[in-house]
């Protein structure tokens, strides 16, 4: 139970931290006119005060109020939506109730109860995305709830109807009833005390204490961020309701009073939570990834003490990293400041600059000293050295998740078989990963940013016989990218054709210069998948390629990879047909794995068979690996066939497989795959054979 419980809630922060973070845009929007309306530019705030200046500052206010207004439906429709998208489906999807029902659902309820709390209080009184989220969250677990419920969908229409008219009406009971809860929840809510007596109290309790002045800007600090916390505008709750709390400060030295301009400059340094210090903490923590590019598109409103960007787009919000450095910090912070003017290290001038002052520039101006500046400087040093701990620990965090996201993403890829559902397609993480890689494979192909790689092979006296083309990705954004997922990938997403011209243009450039090196007797072979092979207008390409360079087509190899279901498709077949009458030397890659195996040798004249690394590797210890090698080189033999041992490791695992029949050899035991200009060294040092077994 309380397992289930757990699990619960953490799918309830998801929903709402998904929810902040597509909100990021209406954000950005506010935010930005926020920032227009108040620069703390005495020009600008004097040309808002002129006619035409009033046109302009009237059109910011409204996106303002807009954006603002907007955010508590918008979290209530987005954080249900989230929701429902993580909510595990039951046995049918029937149980799961269509995602615009759920926010459809969650839009009248906010109106609903929002509408009610107007009627009966006059005001809203506090935040409406409090209130949004919590409607998000009540909607979307009651439409789940009561879509397995029969008896609550009353108006269930046969299956043979529309689909979209056979969900509408079967949600309608529900939808009305989740309505009606959110009604009288809210007329419950509205009857509520408010939370001005609350702040009264809070109030008269400083105005005894003999430290009142630490207790009044603690108490506002601590107001400031829970509110902030759970995504509520501390802000406005202080200026509604906190007043009392400042008012009732006992006068600092000078006779000034705890005022808002002071703890917005001293306190909040960079908006609520002393957010200049987790930006810093950021950029000196994370080198990559969502905190970082938050952070940077975060820091220009920050200079001006905005902070929803970070808040909302990290997110700080409900965040458990996050709670106690951003409670602790502005406390810190307030004690800070306020000691600082009780021992009367800094004098206050009676100015009033805007909010949007910068830090720094507040300090000065609030003093007319360096101490503000130093004052403010401090604080900004100790909220980084608060925060520091906390962006480590969610930077470790973030770097696991990623780690486990792009290797479930790669094994999905590797594991997607040619007719299953396409991972690029899922909308969960894994395809919006496997989009996003994608898409960076794309522009790396088109700018060249892609390397070819080369392996040796070598016969059985260790003689040089020729390489393998590999291909290498080397700014693949994870190490799970191999090249085998990132050959799956672009055979996925259509790049293939793109990524194999490339590796075919490549390769014979590189013979070409083994050509004129003087080896022209060695061989390079190229990997081909099928999905290439499929294509209609494969063979005329790789035709078209060799046309461009001095390389005849008997010099290289065409390795077809067995591990996909080899495609018997007529396109592919006429595809080998026109390679193999070509000139080029055909190798079955990776055999003996496959279902297909046998069937295409008596389809096609094979020239070469590779073992299936797999087999070869455990070969010394597994007898069952030796008698399928031993039947393969069987074959070979009988057919002319050379046949390759791959993933050759070992001196002694290259003479168990010579003696199993095997006559080339290519693994570790050799060398790596190199870069070509390292290969013309390797050449150097290790001379080639005459002819290539098996090829005369
Ligand atoms: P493959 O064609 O069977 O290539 C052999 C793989 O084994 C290569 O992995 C190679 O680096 C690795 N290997 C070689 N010797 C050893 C060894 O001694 N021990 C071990 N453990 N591994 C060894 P790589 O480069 O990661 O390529 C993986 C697969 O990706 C290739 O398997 C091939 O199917 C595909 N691939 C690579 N380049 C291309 C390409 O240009 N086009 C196409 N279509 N596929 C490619
Ligand atoms: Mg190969
Ligand atoms: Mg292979």
Redesign the pocket.
Known sequence: MRARLARRGALWLLSIRDAFVSLIPLTLFGVLAVLLRNLPLPFHQHYLQTADGAALGGLLDRIIEGTHGVSGLALAVLVAIHLRQRQPAGPTMDDMPPMLAVGLSSLINFMLATLTIFHQRGALGFDLMLIGIGIGLFSAEYLRWASRRRWLTLFDTAHDTDTEMHAALRLCLPTIVSGLIALTAASLLAVLPGPDRLFVALAGLAQESTHGNYLAVTFATLTNQLFWFVGVHGGHILDTFGGSLFAAAPALPGGHLLNRTLFNAFVLVGGAGATLGLLAALHLNSRCGGQRRIARIAAIPALFNINEMVLFGLPVVLSPFYLIPFVLAPVSLGLLSVAALNLGWLELRPVNIPWTTPPILSGWLLTGSLAGVLLQSGGILLSTAIYWPFVKAAERQRVAGEDRLFKETAETILGNRPGRASVLRRTDETGLLGRRVLARLREDIRHGRLLLHFQPKHDGEDRLLGF?A?VRWPQAPHRAITPAVTVALAEDGGAIGDLGGWVFAQALAFKEALNREGFGVLTV?V?VSPVQLADAGFAERIAAILGEHRVRPEEIEI?I?ESHAMPDDPTSERNIRRLAEMGFALAM??FGMGHTSLLHLRRFDVAVI?IDGSLTREVRENGTNADIIRAITALGRARGIAVVA?FVESGAQKQALQAMGCTVFQGYHYSPPLPAAACLDYCRRHPPAATPPGRA
């Open positions: 393998e590999l072979a990997n390795e990879t890659d990776d590779k791959e």
